[in-house]
């Protein structure tokens, strides 16, 4: 049984607790960093501490890149950063709206890593104006946030994986909290829509916890976001159903720093929510691992709404553009050309007051690089973000021990995926905490069911006495979505584990685009040696077109297969 919801709980929190005015004045600051890099980075190509009036030739000749989800971003990491510190967390920061590329890209310049890892980009001005044009620039770094970022590991470019890809990073990672950032855009795709189930598989005994942070910012690229648009009860009601315990943070009615309003009372709040989510993580899993309390429970999810843009210009050319769609990419597209955009530019990012965030030489104050964690526990050296560093080689039995008997041609019947069946009895065996099998409910009807006999299937939800193999603790996942065994296997091989994703062959193109993405996330961590390699995701694909005239046409796979 699931803990029943609160009344008057959900979305509340303890404002009392919390940081004083001073400390969050300090965050404040960190934060108007992050978001002037963010923004310098899509536009300048030179003069990056603005120790002179910005002229043509400083800026850009194509502008690209996403500023709307970038200020929440950065928002979040901040008050993470705090909490890190705080608590001293093992945690890794999952960006969902992977488009904000500036945001990951400039948080991990504050912390220091970036320039460890690319020690052609110091933390300075000079490395601050390499930080620049290197930016979605010919020779340079994507928009996104990308293999190429110290800290991530999901780009976001396709939608919909983030979640999924935060709860298998936290299976069999007993003391991590993964923060997944959720964009409302995302949070329309199916993909996304499944993934609030993870739950429902996550032993708070075993695994480590997510905290997704569902960020509505009102708009994608030229629409209303869903869930921006249904009204706060309506969407409790629906995180109530997934089995969330939901806490908002209201930051839409905050004055923007071009206003020159310091918005003290979001950052409050943000740091009010964030301490009572770790809270009820903290205690969801004392009083699991105490076996105090073994009912499934309900784990918190904030809701953060903020202006689409937020920080950014109000209007262009008297077009309301902060809060809007128009926030999303670029706000002011004609900078080179424009002397009121080129001005407009310059008062945006001289709101920030760098002055303030960057010494004489360009580094970050002091009082900006003492809020960052310290060493591996900053979100951009978290080594569970670069998993091959904490990867483990995976023990295999002997494969011969599995041989099938042949005593003469022709007269021996046997089914292979039993005899894989039992090899992978073996392996669960002997890697107790470091090695699952996925799969859409096709583990027994693929010839695996040897697995049974040494594991369970794991599952949070209402146990009956007819179930067989299913407990809240196992080696197995079997869930009716291809996207979220997908999504959970490459979270868990990304953080340096091992794993295998049973399915039919014909419906196993479910996934071909995740796979192409993970596949091109591989081939570009090879071209960078601090990246450490990490295992492969490993399929078996059942029910081949031969064998599949009992279930029609519609269980035939007659097209090739173009993954092999």
Not at 10 to 32: C, H, Q, S, T, V
Not at 49 to 56: D, F, H, K, S, V
Not at 117 to 145: A, C, K, T
């Amino acid at each position: 049984m699931i803990a029943a919801p609160d009344p008057g709980r959900a979305f509340a929190m303890n404002l009392a607790a919390g940081p004083k005015d001073k400390e969050l004045r300090l965050i404040d600051a960190y934060w108007r960093a992050a978001n002037y890099l963010s923004v310098g980075q899509i536009y300048l190509l030179g003069n990056p501490l603005l120790r002179e009036g910005l002229r043509p030739e400083h800026i850009k000749p194509r502008l690209l890149g996403h500023w709307g989800t970038s200020p929440g971003l950065n928002f979040c990491y901040a008050h993470l950063n705090r909490a890190i510190r705080a608590r001293d967390l093992d945690m890794i920061y999952v960006f969902g709206p992977g488009h904000g590329g500036p945001a990951a890209v400039a948080n991990a310049w504050l912390e220091g890593t970036y320039s460890e890892v690319y020690p052609n980009v110091p933390r300075d001005e000079e490395g601050m104006g390499r930080l620049f044009r290197q930016f979605s620039f010919p020779g340079g770094i994507p928009s996104h946030v990308a293999p190429e970022t110290p800290g991530s590991i999901h780009e976001g470019g396709e939608l919909g994986y983030s979640l999924a890809h935060a709860y298998g990073a936290a299976f069999d990672n007993p003391d991590l909290v993964v923060a997944c950032v959720v964009g409302d855009g995302e949070a329309e795709t199916g993909p996304l829509a499944a993934s609030w189930h993870s739950t429902k598989f996550l032993d708070p005994v075993r695994d480590g916890a997510v905290l997704p942070i569902l960020h509505l910012n009102g708009y994608k690229i030229a629409n209303p976001a869903v869930p921006a648009r249904i009204g706060e009860e309506e969407l409790s009601l629906l995180l109530e159903g997934y089995g969330h315990r939901p806490i908002l943070v209201d930051g839409a009615d905050a004055a923007g720093m071009a206003g020159g309003i310091e918005p003290l009372s979001v950052h409050r709040r943000m740091a009010a929510a964030v301490d009572q989510a770790l809270d009820d993580i903290a205690r969801i899993q004392r009083e699991a691992r105490s076996g105090k309390v073994t009912r499934r429970q309900r784990w918190p999810v904030i809701v953060l709404r903020t202006p689409k843009g937020w920080t950014g210009p109000a209007e262009v050319d008297g077009v309301p553009v902060e809060g809007t769609w128009r926030s999303h990419q670029v706000p002011l597209p004609g900078v080179r050309n424009d002397p009121g955009h080129l001005a407009q530019l310059e008062a945006w990012m001289r709101s920030y007051r760098p002055e303030e965030l960057f010494d004489s030489g360009g580094r970050p104050v002091a009082e900006l690089r003492a809020l960052a964690p310290y060493g591996e526990r900053r979100m951009s050296a978290n080594p569970h973000a670069n998993g091959g560093l904490v990867l483990k080689p995976l023990a295999l039995p002997d494969f011969r021990d599995h041989a099938v008997p042949v005593d003469e041609p022709g007269a021996t019947s046997t089914e292979p995926t039993r005899a894989l069946g039992a090899f992978l009895a073996g392996i669960v065996s002997a890697n107790p905490d470091n090695f699952r099998v996925m799969g859409p409910d096709e583990t027994a009807s693929n010839r695996l069911g040897a697995l049974f006999e040494v594991t369970d299937r794991v599952f949070q939800g209402e146990p009956y006495g007819t179930d067989e193999h299913l407990g809240p603790s196992g080696r197995v996942m079997e869930v009716l979505s291809e996207h979220l065994c997908q999504g959970w296997l490459e979270g868990y091989l990304l953080t340096g584990r091992h794993g295998l994703f049973n399915s039919y062959e014909a419906f196993v193109h479910i996934v071909d685009s995740m796979f192409n993405q993970h596949a091109k996330w591989l081939k570009v961590t090879r071209d960078l040696p601090w990246r450490r390699p990490i295992a492969s995701l490993n399929y078996l694909l059942s029910s081949h077109v031969w064998r599949q005239d009992h279930n029609g046409f519609t269980h035939q796979d007659p097209g090739s297969w173009t993954w092999c």
